[in-house]
């Protein structure tokens, strides 16, 4: 690798299979665009199945099938309640499990705000309420301090390797 | 909503419709699963054809669609080289907007690892270069401040709503 390129430099320490790695892993279980909306619509405080039907305008068979894989796999769990006079029925509520997805889907919003939306703005925009400023998905080391992407490199843990190609 | 869940505070504050979120847009470019292992691949380095195919183990038309998906979305340019007594050829690489995608693709791989791996962590971490921390996707303010789920507001601005529901 010879190149220039602005971000050619990033990560570029190991040739390691990546291909069991948790990104395709995390994907198989949530990279179907239904079941990322309704994560969104869960964190914007939609519950219910009829009001997920209705904003997502899927089927109810994907929407039910998507609803019970989140359910399985723990980052959605059912609550019962009734309204006065017809039987019980479910609310969906995520779990902490998925508030620790929360960066994934900033990060989607804000790189379609920035790259994707006529003005560079999408429809909404996160804030957070104690100071007002605005919130957004970002890299940091583990005292929070911001990382560059030149400043990454990608460590093989499980097939260690002194390459560098 | 009288939840007393974890994450149901989080970002509650609007009812706006969100079908055309950002989120909606970007997940309709890169959601496709070989479109988001391809960039993975790109950032470990892997630039030409014959590498990512031999990776990710799709079809060659499927990954030629994806690489030419990418490039004219702006995530990927096209770099000629040519090796001595073979015709030219093309290397891939990601571009400013690709990195932008980082803390998209560093939050899958960490929630996967946390979630899915057996043994709590990947088969790679990401860690800073210049002092050896782990690097992760976190919520922050303009400050870069680390912003607490729970200290999150989705403001609508395309439809302002005082709706608190």
Redesign the interface.
Same mark, same amino acid.
């Given at each position: 690798?010879k #190149?220039a390129?602005?971000?050619?430099c990033?990560?570029?320490?190991?040739? &390691?299979?990546?291909?069991?790695?948790? !990104? +395709? #892993?995390?994907? &198989?279980?949530i %990279?179907e665009?239904w079941t990322?909306?309704i994560l969104?619509?869960?964190? &914007? $405080?939609i519950?219910r199945f009829d009001d997920f039907l209705r904003?997502?305008?899927c089927s109810p068979a994907v929407l039910s099938a998507r609803l019970k894989t989140l359910t399985e796999a %723990?980052l959605v769990?059912r609550?019962s309640y009734k309204e006065p006079g017809e039987r019980e029925r479910f609310?969906y509520?995520?779990?902490?499990? +998925?508030?620790?997805?929360?960066?994934?889907?900033? $990060?989607?919003?804000?790189?379609?705000?920035?790259?994707?939306?006529a003005d560079g703005? %999408?429809?909404?925009? !996160?804030? #957070?309420? &104690?100071?007002g400023?605005?919130?957004?998905?970002?890299?940091?080391?583990?005292? $929070?301090? +911001?990382?560059s992407?030149s400043?990454?490199?990608?460590?093989?843990?499980?097939?260690p390797t002194t390459r560098q190609?």
């Open positions: 690798m #190149s390129c602005y971000a050619q990033i990560m570029k320490a190991t040739a &390691s299979d990546l291909r069991d790695c948790s !990104i +395709a #892993s995390t994907l &198989s279980l %990279g665009k990322i909306l969104r619509d869960l964190f &914007s $405080g519950s904003r997502l305008e %723990g769990r609550v609310e509520r995520p779990t902490r499990s +998925a508030v620790e997805l929360l960066p994934v889907l900033v $990060g989607l919003m804000q790189w379609g705000d920035r790259h994707l939306a703005t %999408g429809p909404v925009e !996160i804030r #957070s309420r &104690s100071n400023q605005r919130v957004s998905a970002a890299l940091v080391d583990e005292e $929070g301090r +911001a990382v992407p400043d990454m490199a990608l460590i093989p843990l499980a097939r190609d």
